[in-house]
């Protein structure tokens, strides 16, 4: 008999990716906020971000939103989201991979990719997250390795040298950008995971590890080139990309070793849809755990 039930491998899977879903798509704003504190504003969300996410996991063992009318509200909120994500990441895609290529044509394939994976249920995109996380850790490994050729430590500055309700303002903004995607887990039903003992750890160490991943990507971009050259480019982690072409033997292959980048938005974008689909189609009432 197939189990099915989600795996904590495959729900941490996702976890991470819902982690880092906005990173690329959204660092250059906290960057224009906290300038060459950035950092300091990414270990402050952080850690804002580990403190909330526990009220996640606790209400995940008790949210029951039955109501018709807060399920229509709760619709409607994450389609403005979807919205809002699915032309960031076509922007992100048209600006970066596709120069040449029209946005509202590559918008309509990504949504159609969107939806192909949301016809299932949450076992299959977490089956998938989890699928997608092994090809992603080897291309980071790369990227990593490659980057290391471009840094230069020049660029280390003195922390605090910006005003710091700019740093506060940007750890805000960071903490936002990385709870809305978590926000999701709260619909996945929590009596549909295998093992849920142990979930809260697995959960919290794919948070950490995605946090970790995030720091890694930031420091690569700072010790790549100034503040204000990244604060010049919608998507300034494409730098650290730009840099293998010239650095590293597979500098060739430097864009197919990016897209990596995408797996998270696509990943997030294809879970809000199945979680609207559920919510609309009164199949999602999570019951407490006894």
Known sequence: MTNKKIGLLQLASLTFFLSISSFPLFIEKVIKISKSDTIISIILGSIITLIIFKGILVLRKKVKPKNKYLKI???????????YLLLETTNFITDTYLSSGNFYSILILLLLMCLTISLKDYKEI??????????????????????????????????????????????????????????????????????????????????????????????????????????????PFMLVINSLSSTFILGRLSYIISFYLLFSPLITLSLIICVIKQLELNKYIPKTQE
């Open 73 to 83: 509200i709760i619709s409607l909120i994450l389609s403005i989201i979807f919205i």
């Open 126 to 235: 977490t089956s998938l997250s989890l699928i997608l996380i092994f090809i992603f850790i080897p291309l980071f490994a790369i990227n990593i390795i490659g980057s290391t050729f471009s840094l230069d430590l020049t660029y280390l500055k003195v922390p605090f040298t910006n005003n710091i309700i700019d740093i506060l303002k940007g750890s805000v903004l960071f903490f936002i950008y990385e709870i809305v995607p978590l926000l999701l887990l709260l619909f996945i039903p929590y009596n549909e995971i295998d093992n849920r003992k142990k979930q809260d750890k697995y959960l919290y160490l794919a948070l950490i590890f995605g946090l970790i991943i995030i720091i890694i990507d930031y420091l690569l971009l700072y010790f790549s080139t100034s503040t204000n050259i990244l604060t010049s480019y919608n998507y």
